[in-house]
């Protein structure tokens, strides 16, 4: 069966330092991988979408970064943290033409202090 | 372009009473639709979905109809219980080659016993 991992589930990072948080998809083979933040009280905001290893779109400016070392590996990073990038990170996951939705990790909160 | 549009709430209800989440839709072409809940703190899980017009969705005693002519999906549930408490998303997929989702605002649920 597929699973999806996502980790750390907590993060208290002082503004200014790096940001690395990982997922992973087992089961399955090139997947469609995303990452969304959720601001506290608010909806989902689509971060990076990827449909192959080296293959990242971008969806909002920002200071955060993708990339996918491995079919089934998904990073977001950042070099330097501001406050506003709080929230809860969700990575997600699909297979092209299935259109099932997604599924999606338990998310990491990040608190920028 | 293709959205989503949801009653934002907050939704306080009695346990037992009917519940009723309006979502609709504009799309171009036949998207699959989706009802997703988010528990507090977790990520989100597929509630359920739709692929073609007059499709019924349903799990755990939660239903919701595809509706072309209305472009509606609105999600209902007969007996609402505490555990219900919960964020509901109301979603699409345009069957585009990497199955983008799109989600409504998400709606927040409370149960009151």
């Known amino acids: 069966s597929q699973t999806i991992h996502q980790w750390p589930a907590t993060l208290v990072q002082p503004v200014g330092s790096p940001l690395s948080l990982e997922c992973t998809v087992e089961?399955?083979?090139?997947?469609?991988l995303y990452w969304y933040r959720q601001a506290a009280g608010r909806g989902l905001q689509l971060l990076f979408y990827?449909?192959?290893?080296?293959?990242i779109s971008s969806e909002v400016p920002q200071n955060l970064s993708a990339s996918r070392p491995q079919d089934r590996q998904f990073i977001l990073s950042s070099k330097k943290l501001l406050l506003s990038d709080s929230g809860f990170y969700l990575c997600a996951w699909s297979v092209t033409g299935e259109y099932g939705g997604y599924t999606f990790g338990s998310g990491t909160r990040l608190t920028v202090v | 372009g293709d959205s989503v549009t949801q009653m934002e709430g907050p939704v306080t209800l009695s346990e037992e009473a009917f519940l009723t989440i309006n979502c609709t839709y504009t799309?171009?072409?036949?998207?699959?639709l989706f009802w997703y809940v988010q528990y507090p703190g977790e990520g989100l899980q597929l509630l359920l979905k739709?692929?073609?017009?007059?499709d019924k969705g349903s799990n755990k005693g939660f239903e919701a109809t595809y509706r072309k002519e209305t472009t509606s999906f609105h999600l209902e549930k007969g007996s609402v219980q505490v555990s219900d408490s919960a964020v509901y998303f109301c979603a699409l997929s345009p069957g585009t080659s990497y199955d983008k989702v799109i989600f409504g605002p998400g709606t927040s649920l409370s149960v009151i016993p």
């Open positions: 990827s449909i192959g290893i080296d293959q």
């Open positions: 089961g399955t083979s090139n997947p469609n």
């Open positions: 799309a171009t072409g036949y998207p699959s």
């Open positions: 739709a692929t073609k017009a007059d």
